[in-house]
């Protein structure tokens, strides 16, 4: 996989660590994003429950502040970790500066095993 930086690779591992060591592929690009984003690294507690293993979906609907390229990071991330949401490229990538698409577009390719 191909981290943006390596500071994006160790705040991987931590989230991973965090949850238990490897998880499956789709906490795996869940975890990319999350890392990959400043942001959203601050605020995964929010949007990850690490103690049941889950992800938070309330942290959509208003109870995290998020900017619209974070949302849309969320709403990818949360659609790859388990299918949640029906987001279309269309809708994720207009709010997305260079490096969060090039996040994006990782975390599909380590979800589908393309890397």
Known sequence: M?????????????????????????RESL??????SDDLYRKADKIYDFEDRSIIPESLE?????SSGARALVELAFNLYNSFGSP????????????????AIE???????MQ
């Open 2 to 26: 191909m981290f943006l930086s390596d500071k994006h690779e160790v705040r991987y591992d931590e989230l991973l660590l965090r949850d238990g060591g490897k998880g499956d592929i789709e």
């Open 31 to 36: 975890f990319f994003v999350l890392a990959g």
């Open 62 to 66: 208003g109870s995290v502040d998020l």
């Open 88 to 103: 279309s490229v269309m809708d994720i990538f207009p709010s997305l500066d260079a490096d969060a698409k090039k996040l």
């Open 107 to 113: 975390a599909i390719k380590l979800r589908f095993r």
